[in-house]
């Protein structure tokens, strides 16, 4: 069973910088196969916004390419989620979401809220 914890969303005006964290219960190097950030709009299905393999290969949805940036701190095993440029469309639930042996793992998601 693997936990995860998110925390870091918030509100924040367009053009601005938010980082949200996923720190997992357990190692996100041996136990952790792959780690991502998800979001749901209202009206929308979930959708990917950036994944991240035990082995730091990581994807982007077109739509954030260039604006955000997933990482991990192994010591930690936490993933973030850093955006930047952030523009209303982004306003979502951002889900973390951890896959260890072939089982999926959510967080309880956080709002994120792109606004002036």
């Known amino acids: 069973q693997v936990q995860l914890v998110e925390s870091g969303g918030g509100l924040v005006q367009p053009g601005g910088s938010l980082r949200l964290s996923c720190a997992a219960s357990?190692?996100?190097?041996?136990?952790?196969?792959?780690m991502g950030w998800y979001r749901q709009a209202p009206g929308k299905q979930r959708e990917l916004v950036a994944g991240?393999?035990?082995?730091?290969?990581?994807n982007y949805a077109d739509s954030v390419k260039g604006r955000f940036t997933i990482s991990r701190d192994n010591a930690k095993n936490t993933v973030y989620l850093q955006m930047n440029s952030l523009k209303p469309e982004d306003t979502a639930v951002y889900y973390c979401?951890?896959?260890?042996?072939?089982?999926?793992?959510w967080g309880q998601g956080i709002q994120v809220t792109v606004s002036s």
């Open positions: 357990m190692s996100i190097v041996y136990s952790i196969s792959r």
């Open positions: 991240i393999t035990a082995g730091s290969a990581t």
């Open positions: 979401k951890a896959v260890r042996l072939s089982r999926e793992y």
